[in-house]
């Protein structure tokens, strides 16, 4: 079963770019790479999704290895509005199908 | 607006009560689960519902259980409560297609035991 590890927090600057990488050592070979943004008392938020190599959006930024035991989320030139908390989730669609959710980066953006 | 609805959006009730949850998944999402996130903790993932079959289970105590309809809103139960069953309690929405599955989450619905 898949097992995602994250930094519990990161500290960046108005305009710089933020990675935020997660671990996930057992990812199976049909496992999707998915993150998500939180503010306080709010649901998540969808960011973006990849299974390999680098996806981009209007948002962000993904990149997988290739052997895909990782995952970094790209954030280009940050604004205090990104000040959140961002997950990462593997879903395994084996035969036990799983959700696991990294436990959150709190990501804290200064001026 | 992500477009899943959540009702209540407050609950205080008791120690040993029970109470009913309910979600209302996007248009066209077939796949409901819900999730509990403590004060500062993580999600939670407690249960996946698909077409109204449960598809996958998380960390859901035998005090809970939930449901999906024919019309596919879903209702999560909690009964017996304790003090921390206390939290945020999300629904979200998917399509849950063989080859991707974005969740769209609900505003939540807050419940405090008392």
């Known amino acids: 079963l898949a097992k995602t590890t994250q930094p519990i927090s990161m500290d960046s600057y108005e305009g710089q770019e933020v990675n935020i990488t997660c671990s996930h050592n057992?990812?199976?070979?049909?496992?999707?790479i998915t993150w998500y943004q939180q503010f306080p008392s709010q649901g998540p938020r969808f960011i973006i999704q990849?299974?390999?190599?680098?996806v981009t959006n209007e948002v962000a930024s993904l990149f997988i290895p290739a052997d895909r035991k990782s995952s970094t989320l790209s954030l280009p030139r940050v604004s205090l509005s990104d000040t959140a908390v961002y997950y990462c989730?593997?879903?395994?669609?084996?035969?036990?199908?799983?959700?696991?959710w990294g436990a959150g980066t709190k990501l804290i953006i200064k001026p | 607006d992500s477009g899943v609805t959540q009702t209540p959006k407050h609950l205080i009730t008791a120690t040993g009560q029970r109470v009913t949850l309910r979600c209302s998944p996007r248009s066209g999402d077939l796949s409901v689960y819900w999730y509990q996130q403590s004060l500062d903790q993580g999600l939670q993932f407690l249960i996946q519902y698909y077409n109204g079959e449960e598809r996958a289970k998380g960390n859901i105590l035998e005090r809970f259980s939930a449901q999906q309809f024919p019309d596919l809103h879903s209702e999560l139960n909690l009964s017996s409560l304790e003090l921390g069953d206390s939290a945020l309690y999300f629904c979200?929405?998917?399509?849950?297609?063989?080859?991707?599955?974005?969740?769209?989450f609900g505003p939540g619905t807050r419940l405090t035991v008392l």
């Open positions: 979200a929405s998917s399509t849950w297609t063989a080859s991707t599955d974005t969740q769209y």
């Open positions: 990849g299974y390999k190599t680098k």
């Open positions: 057992n990812i199976a070979t049909n496992d999707y």
């Open positions: 989730l593997v879903g395994d669609r084996g035969s036990n199908y799983q959700l696991i």
